[in-house]
């Protein structure tokens, strides 16, 4: 894997390098179209491609009609996925990109000597660039095609359409061996930019990642908008979560990568028999920006369109992950870098998530959509009989729910911010990627899967022992009636009666010895304390505290339910005062 810069590529054929809005590193923000498709897959010997082939030249012909529409400033789909036709014919009609704008489409395979012939044939309307590999092979491709506009040079006033094809450098170890035996390999992979006045891009292609050693991921990741499209059962397998951490790891917060794969449930026929592969999509967007915008209000409307906030903790890096479902996303998003920008204005918010559509099929085109389906619905039986306050919760602040939910288990790290999206449990990943928001439910891995039923079971728990056990004193307003209540200024309680008092109440389950117990229940005392206006504000609320467990015997335990009602309690000081009586 050789590193080509696309400006030496160009000057070798009379070209100048465009100048791309995605790589002007100012304030102007730039959008983002991707088609994540519905994979209906068919491989044989001349290469990978969809089965359906009325149906997806009608879907992607439609998807470059909207690119055209929107203005797209990048415009991407994932690895084999691009029909050649709908491309030929979109180029030959004088409708691709305008200067400023790339394309960066996966596109499906092809063997060199039909890539000769679509050349020629593209000749009068672009100008057609790619490695030179062996014409007489029978072997196909994977590509990836870099459409843009080239600027005018002296010796030519016009600007002229590149059509820049990169080759897949290494193939993925399929159980068939269908691109071990039948793919023929690049070399390169193409930067765009990276000089002192712009910023660069560089695109993977599915199992690129394998060859991506500390060298290369030294040489590209900063200032680096990197784009990984792929066709993979596996996004997250460890070569791919590898080639993340390569690019990742490094200390500044100038990377950012999008990877870009194919919806839920690919099927796949090899030879006539077709392998449903029960995947996710895995497509999200990797950012490390500082300044990047983590208000409830945005990460609500980015949730609501499909776009699903995670924090990948050993990186210290924003992970944006995309509705599994098909459809095409469209993003306004801040450049990776600010230069010679002024403080107060540079404020890099990572991508906003504006429009999904949906493919109609009776109608043949795509259509917007104002809500996602996050999969929420599905799961939130689980929490029983409190399922009803959970799901109205969640229609309108997800992240209040996962709060609550965090708050009803006890499950708060000892941090009085645990309730920030980054530190919150249920939002932080680790290097596994494994997807554990409750609220985003679409992950199939057992360990999300029995989290998320954990978490809401327990809270399902905590509703009935609320309404049906014998509450200590502070809180008998509650058998009159509460609801679960989360708020950024009281953020330590989760309940609130009908008369407007608000309280905490964990359930922690079993499997819990008293120590830990207590020590849950002195933390949350003492961020109660600490968030107080007075002593008596904090008296008052560490009294409506209260937590139960089961012991060994199943029973329902209270701990400690009249600990704060002592008339010798001041309650001046922290649960944690090594001078403070029990």
Same mark, same amino acid.
């Given at each position: ?108 395979? !092809? ?16 100008? @057609? ?11 196909? @491709? ?196 600010? !230069? ?26 795509? @259509? ?148 830990? @117990? ?59 005062? !090594?001078?403070?009586?029990?």
């Amino acid at each position: 894997m050789d590193i080509t810069h696309v400006a030496d590529i160009l000057l070798e054929n009379a070209l100048r390098a465009p100048i791309l809005n995605v790589l002007i590193p100012n304030v102007e923000n730039y959008t983002v179209l991707a088609l994540q498709p519905d994979g209906d897959i068919e491989v044989s010997d001349e290469g990978v491609r969809s089965r359906d082939r009325d149906l997806i030249t009608r879907q992607f012909g439609k998807f470059l009609e909207y690119a055209k529409e929107t203005q797209a400033d990048l415009v991407i789909t994932p690895e084999y996925s691009m029909p050649w036709k709908v491309l030929r014919e979109v180029i030959s009609g004088g409708s691709g990109p305008v200067q400023g704008k790339l394309w960066a489409l996966g596109c499906e395979s !092809i063997k060199i000597s039909e890539l000769e012939s679509l050349k020629e044939r593209l000749a009068p309307f672009a100008t @057609v660039i790619y490695e030179p590999l062996d014409a007489s092979s029978t072997r196909f @491709v994977s590509p990836l095609a870099y459409i843009f506009v080239s600027p005018p040079t002296p010796d030519n006033g016009e600007a002229e359409t590149v059509v820049l094809v990169q080759f897949k450098t290494h193939a993925m170890g399929d159980d068939d061996h269908f691109e071990i035996n039948g793919m023929l390999r690049g070399t390169r992979i193409y930067q765009f930019g990276g000089n002192e006045l712009n910023l660069k891009l560089v695109s993977l292609i599915c199992a690129d990642a394998f060859a991506l050693n500390d060298e290369i991921a030294a040489a590209i990741y900063d200032r680096a908008l990197i784009l990984h499209i792929q066709l993979n059962q596996n996004p997250r397998n460890e070569w791919f979560l590898g080639c993340r951490e390569r690019l990742l790891r490094y200390n500044g917060d100038a990377t950012e990568v999008l990877c870009l794969n194919w919806s839920e449930n690919v099927r796949m026929s090899i030879s006539g028999h077709s392998t449903p592969w029960k995947n996710i999509a895995g497509s999200a967007w990797y950012l490390k920006s500082q300044e990047f915008d983590d208000r409830d209000i945005t990460l609500c409307s980015n949730h609501q369109q499909g776009l699903y906030y995670t924090y990948l903790q050993p990186y210290r890096s924003h992970a944006l992950f995309f509705n599994y479902k098909p459809g095409i996303f469209l993003f306004n998003a801040t450049k990776v870098v600010h !230069i010679a920008v002024a403080g107060p204005v540079s404020r890099r918010r990572g991508p906003q998530l504006t429009k999904t559509c949906n493919w109609n099929d009776e109608e043949g085109r795509w @259509v917007e959509k104002t809500t996602a389906d996050d999969g929420f619905s599905a799961v939130v039986s689980e929490s029983g009989n409190a399922q009803t306050e959970i799901k109205r919760i969640a229609d309108v602040n997800p992240f209040e729910v996962e709060r609550i939910l965090a708050l009803c288990a006890g499950e708060i790290k000892n941090d009085e911010d645990w309730h920030k999206v980054h530190l919150l449990d249920s939002c932080v990943i680790d290097s596994s990627e494994i997807n554990r928001r409750v609220t985003f439910a679409q992950d199939t891995h057992e360990q999300a899967i029995r989290f998320r039923t954990t978490r809401l079971r327990r809270c399902s728990s905590l509703w009935d022992i609320i309404k049906s056990e014998d509450l200590p004193p502070a809180l008998s307003d509650l058998k009159s009636g509460f609801s679960f209540k989360w708020s950024h200024k009281f953020p330590h309680q989760n309940v609130e009666s009908m008369s407007g008092k608000l309280a905490t109440v964990i359930y922690m389950g079993e499997g819990y010895d008293l120590t830990h @117990v207590e020590e849950t229940e002195k933390h949350i005392a003492d961020f109660l304390h600490k968030s107080s206006l007075d002593i008596d504000q904090s008296l008052a609320t560490k009294q409506r505290l209260h937590v139960w467990y089961r012991d060994r015997t199943g029973a329902v335990i209270p701990y400690k339910s009249r600990r704060y009602l002592k008339i010798d309690q001041t309650g001046n000081r922290s649960p944690f005062d !090594i001078g403070r009586e029990e």
